[in-house]
């Protein structure tokens, strides 16, 4: 996602959730472009993992965002290779029958790390896969699903 449509994603997300919602992050470049642009506006408003961070964090961490405080909106913001290593983990949010609402990147690569490895070496490897299928994993779990392909509001 190019710089800009970061910032309009970003913007409309915040405009759409209510002041007190909490965004949780998984690990990947998303991550670093919510905390360039969606601004926090509330205590716990942004939960992303730190230092040595893992993908898969995203899903566990909005589900127990939701059990804390039901009441507050939680959105989980990951990507597709997130979802691919703990998209299961949707499955514990429908018996939980948590508030959660989760939005996945797809883009058939662990993008960060393929941003690096281009910076740093001009070229990519290992970095390209096909991901799971989201509407048949949100299928599968009973969650329910949406695409979006062009305009997110």
Known sequence: MPSGQAAEFFALLRRLLPRDACLVTDSGLHQMLARRHYPVLHPRGLLTPTNFQSMGFGIGAAIGACLADPARPVVALIGDGGLAMSGLEL???????????VIVFVDGAYGLIRAQQLAANGRAWGT??????????????????VRLEREPE
């Open 91 to 101: 499955l514990a949010a429908v018996r939980a029958r948590a508030r959660l609402t």
């Open 128 to 145: 390209e896969f096909t991901g799971p299928d989201v509407a048949a994993l949100a299928a599968t779990v009973r969650a329910a699903h």
